[in-house]
């Protein structure tokens, strides 16, 4: 495998802490892939943490599946859908255990 380089010099990305900014993040994150942007220094906070760790793998589909969740997934994570599925209004145990494998 062919190091990795990076073409942003002198700066660093930092992503923001926060469960549900993160999903607006996932999107920023998976721009900066798509347009070839890579820092020499990544760092985040709480969920911006994985955010770090997703991005800096440059796997656009691991960055979009970390927050956004599975497609065609049987349990919302919010929601009415969520709600009808008897798991409240966020279904935590889904958000925090399941749609990451």
């Known amino acids: 495998m062919a190091p990795l380089t990076n073409n942003v010099h002198n700066t660093a990305l930092v992503f923001e802490g926060g469960g549900y900014r993160a999903a607006y993040t996932a999107a920023f ?3 900066l892939l798509a347009e070839g942007i890579y820092f ?4 985040g906070i709480s969920a911006g943490s994985s955010h770090a760790v997703d991005y800096l793998s440059r796997d ?7 927050f956004m ?6 349990k919302p994570a919010a929601g ?3 709600i009808l599925h ?8 889904y958000l925090y255990e399941g749609c990451v494998e």
């Open 60 to 66: 656009k589909r691991r960055v979009r599946n970390a």
């Open 80 to 82: 009415v859908g969520s």
């Open 29 to 31: 994150a998976n721009a």
């Open 86 to 93: 008897g798991t409240r209004y966020f279904n935590a145990d």
């Open 40 to 43: 020499d220094f990544v760092c």
């Open 69 to 74: 969740g599975f497609e065609g997934s049987a």
